[in-house]
């Protein structure tokens, strides 16, 4: 089964300093149909202002991922990391037993651009934690690069949940595809550009959703970067 969501049907909050596009019911957006997608919860794509940003708040029992497409994200937790998070990161916070943070948009003049994803865990009650990698473009170009895992495997960013996410970028011929385990589901979201993935004609924006599908094929992309979720049912 496999099932388009639009861009334009997703959830959307405007705050001024924020513009936010929720894939899933997320804050004041309630949506029965899209309460998440196996353990994925979250994916936010959210815009951030200049001089602006989310102020110290907390979370506990969540995977949380940040993916920065513009700009720099700067973070700022209880455990005493102090970064910044610029385009081609991958940041995973394990909030655990809980876990304060903030994230800024320092720039004076540049929005930043980024996506908040949330997995839920598959271990509770374990210590916050924090990881942050590059994977550079040559890394993902024309191929599905595995970013965050269970067992870090290829150097990717570790999370406590049944999960694997991957990243890539496919312009013209390039294609790349991931064979999924029976009983599994999937999604792959677009970030940026247009794509096909399995036979879909997607765009900035637009998620397919698979369930109990044997593969994810993704083909004739133009400018495309897209994430793709290996999800437990």
Not at 118 to 125: A, F, L, N, R
């Amino acid at each position: 089964m496999q099932t388009v969501r639009r861009s334009q049907d997703r959830g959307h909050a405007d705050h001024g300093w924020l513009d936010s596009r929720h894939s899933f019911s997320f804050a004041n957006y309630y949506d029965p149909e899209h309460m998440g997608w196996g353990n994925l919860r979250v994916i936010n794509e959210d815009r951030i202002a200049p001089g602006t940003g989310f102020g110290t708040h907390g979370h506990r029992d969540m995977e949380i991922i940040s993916y920065v497409l513009q700009g720099n994200l700067a973070h700022k937790d209880s455990m005493g990391n102090v970064k910044g998070i610029p385009p081609g990161d991958v940041q995973r916070m394990s909030a655990g037993t809980g876990v304060m943070h903030s994230e800024f948009n320092h720039a004076p003049q540049q929005v930043t651009h980024f996506l908040q994803i949330w997995i839920e865990p598959d271990v509770t009650g374990i210590a916050p934690g924090y990881e942050q990698k590059s994977f550079p473009d040559e890394d993902k170009r024309g191929r599905l690069r595995l970013v965050a895992s269970p067992d870090a495997a290829e150097g990717s960013v570790k999370i406590h949940a049944d999960a694997r996410v991957y990243a890539g970028l496919f312009d013209g011929d390039e294609a790349a595809q991931l064979v999924l385990a029976t009983g599994r589901k999937a999604y792959v979201h677009v970030v940026r550009g247009d794509v096909e993935a399995n036979g879909q004609l997607l765009h900035a924006g637009d998620a397919l959703m698979l369930d109990r599908e044997p593969l994810v094929q993704v083909r004739q992309g133009r400018q495309a970067e897209v994430l793709v979720f290996d999800l437990a049912p």
